[in-house]
């Protein structure tokens, strides 16, 4: 499982040119899943998300979370981070898990940071979407869990 977040100022997700998702500011979370995943992929991610300390403190250190700072997290299921363009120019997706598997964990994974005591707006799963956002820092974070 891969995880992108971005700490960021706000976020605006569309489809079809219709508003679905907002966050005022906190966290844009691109979220790949790849074949294979489980639940204990998802609650690795998910744990360190909620407690990435990515968020200025009062000295300017990076040292507060999402948690600390009352953001939100839009997540969003990006089957794309599992592209594989080593051979040639055209990525191959077989790494990515099947839509109706990593739909399953993309929910997990959403209900577990709200467990977490986050605000938590979510992407259309398999939708085109169109992502509208101001990143903070840039701060830019991978996560993985292989």
């Not at 609650?43 to 040292?63: P, Q, S, T």
């Amino acid at each position: 499982m891969r995880a992108v977040v971005q700490r960021v100022k706000n976020t605006c997700l569309k489809v079809n040119g219709e508003w679905i998702s907002e966050i005022p500011f906190g966290l844009t979370v691109f979220l790949g899943i790849k074949v294979g995943d489980t639940k204990t992929e998802a609650d690795y991610i998910v744990k360190k998300i909620a407690g990435l300390r990515i968020f200025e403190d009062e000295n300017g250190k990076m040292n507060r979370s999402v948690l600390d700072v009352g953001g939100e997290v839009l997540l969003v299921s990006q089957f794309t981070l599992y592209g594989d363009a080593s051979h040639g120019n055209r990525p191959s997706f077989t790494l990515a898990e099947r839509p109706e598997l990593a739909n399953e964990l993309y929910e997990y994974a959403a209900e577990a940071l709200r467990a977490y005591g986050i605000v938590v707006k979510m992407g259309v799963f398999g939708a085109d979407m169109q992502i509208s956002q101001t990143n903070d820092g840039p701060v830019t974070i991978l996560l993985e869990k292989e």
